[in-house]
């Protein structure tokens, strides 16, 4: 199953299934490729990347901001609406969590259209998912370090990079 996806800057992409599709809510991660100005790199991870608006309000840098946007307008995110009235329902069930806006949106996808989530915080979440009667197992979760493991496999991602930013997102 394949959809498409209209992006602000006009243009259109095919979006990979949904059981691939990895719910990125991983800030430091996002901005671990901000850092190196290589969001088209994340833009090729096989499996294929989908992040909410929420997200970009969460990046706390200008300049990398302005990346996150370029990569948005050149098609290098899949970046997906939570419009359906049960995901609309859940999002505001999670709120009275710890978890921010951008995680509750990533954990909505993962709850409702089965995409694998990259989120580093698995107390926060099972907390979060007991609030909209979910639990931990309903989510088919992806650590972030297995998003640069995968690039590196995949050699879109050389080791050396791929060590620098680890690095950053754990300082």
Known sequence: MTAT????GG??????????LIALADIPLVEAFLAIDRMDILATHPAGI?????LAAEIGDWEYKARYRAALRVGQLNEVQ???AREVETFVRLGDSCLSPNERSAVTLALHRGYR??????NALAKALASASARLSDIRLYHPR??????VRSRTLDVEDGNRMTALWTE
Request: no cysteine.
């Open 5 to 8: 996806h209209k992006h602000a």
């Open 11 to 20: 243009t259109t992409v095919a979006l990979r299934h949904r059981d691939t």
């Open 50 to 54: 989908a992040v909410t608006g929420h």
């Open 82 to 84: 939570i419009t359906e």
């Open 117 to 122: 989530l990259a989120l580093d915080h698995n």
């Open 146 to 151: 297995e998003v640069i493991r995968d690039l």
